[in-house]
């Protein structure tokens, strides 16, 4: 890989070690990616935050890395474990906060917006069409390529931390416009009613490829079901990407239809009576909460329900009235944490859950043990809210 003298000097550590460090995570993925160089990213989001997933060995590498460093480009942070102004929402306990607070002071350090979100396309990080980016979180990685035209790869927490410390990412990958074109096509026939549809066939899709998805056969998608479908894929695979094709130019096709999308239904559907709702994986847009509250109009819920939130919607919500709509029937809208790798159930006495993010349930069973249903979030309401 051709580089500067500019960053041959600053992997030599001529810059300081957080810099020299971030340049040789760099050189090594552009090595493993054939990448021809290095290329200058506008935007970066970073996914090492949450206290729960990074534990007391992630704190101390970023105590370590963040004394002589700074972010170069506009940079925001994934959810966290606790909400950041009131842990008592969560019933998080003292020592997790303690350390979750630090993390979070240590990226505001590095001049990182503490911005907590998944879906920081909504307000707080939305670069321009076409620009290169530097974005962990699957989610909305995906989501930048598929729906905003962003040119990122799925980044690791240290490979969006080593871009955003430098303002440069490999060239390879979905920084060139030639491998931005589908791998494979899956046809779809089946009916999606709803943004949980749209993420189970995500996940069906995810396991086909690592190249990006062609689509066809979808006749309608808002972007809310496009956000579901990317997360979808984010978990079960590697693909980096979706494109809605009119036909599938003769690409190998798979074909999912009814039988499939029921097949994934049943094999996220495992509890009889959940104890708790969680909704707002990927966290929730404002039009997405305006429509829970209008759903759930002269209703209150049945089992306790946390709506996750980045603060900037939030806030928008909360201006216009749909908080307190939503707190008068019975939820608890929750800021900054990520409601399936925060272990909200076990603080609170509750292991099994109804979701409406296919995504979510994978990280809810895996990592924190739940017993989970997938249901839309019609059906969510229609059972549990009277
Ligand atoms: Fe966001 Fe957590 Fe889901 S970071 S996409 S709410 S797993």
């Given amino acids: 890989m051709h580089l500067t003298n500019y960053e041959e000097a600053a992997l030599k550590g001529e810059y300081g070690e957080a810099i020299a460090s971030s340049y040789r995570v760099l050189v090594a993925l552009g090595d493993y990616m054939g990448a021809d160089r290095l290329i200058a990213i506008s935007s970066a989001h970073i996914s090492g935050v949450n206290y729960a997933n990074i534990g007391d060995e992630g704190l101390v590498f970023l105590e370590k890395f963040a004394s002589d460093a700074k972010v170069r480009v506009k940079t925001t942070l994934n959810p966290c474990g606790m909400q950041v102004d009131r842990p008592e929402v969560l019933k998080t306990p003292a020592d997790f906060a303690t350390k979750q607070k630090r993390i979070i002071e240590i990226y505001a350090k590095l001049g990182v917006r503490t911005a907590l979100s998944c879906v ?25 390529n598929s729906i905003l035209g962003i040119m990122t790869n799925r980044e690791s927490a240290i490979s969006s931390l080593a871009a955003a410390i430098t303002g440069k990412v490999p060239n390879a990958g979905m920084h060139v416009k030639e491998n931005r074109v589908a791998g494979i096509a899956v046809s779809v026939d089946a009916e999606l009613d709803s943004t949980t549809d749209f993420g189970m066939l995500g996940l069906y899709a995810g396991k086909l490829t690592s190249k990006p998805i062609g689509f066809t056969g979808i006749k309608k998608m808002d972007r809310f079901s496009g956000k579901a479908l990317g997360a979808g894929i984010g978990t079960s695979g590697s693909s980096p990407m979706f494109i809605i094709l009119k036909d599938s130019n003769g690409l190998e096709t798979i074909h999912f239809g009814k039988k499939e999308l029921n097949e994934i239904k049943e094999s996220l559907s495992n509890v009889e009576d959940p104890q708790m709702i969680l909704l707002g994986c990927p966290f929730y847009a404002l039009q997405e909460v305006s429509r829970l509250a209008s759903g759930l109009r002269g209703r209150r819920v049945t089992k306790p329900t946390y709506l996750h939130l980045s603060s900037s919607v939030y806030s928008r919500a909360e201006r216009v009235g749909l908080i307190d709509r939503l707190r008068s029937s019975g939820v608890n809208v929750v800021k900054d944490a990520c409601p399936s790798l925060t272990p909200i159930g076990s603080w609170n006495g509750y292991t099994d859950v109804v979701t409406d993010s296919p995504k979510g349930s994978y990280y809810m069973r895996t990592a924190l043990k739940y017993n989970v249903n997938v249901w839309d979030i019609d059906s969510i309401i229609r059972s549990y809210s009277k």
């Fill in 120 to 144: 920081p396309y909504e307000y707080d990080n939305k670069p321009r069409k076409g620009s290169h980016a530097a974005w962990a979180e699957s989610s909305a990685s995906i989501y930048g």
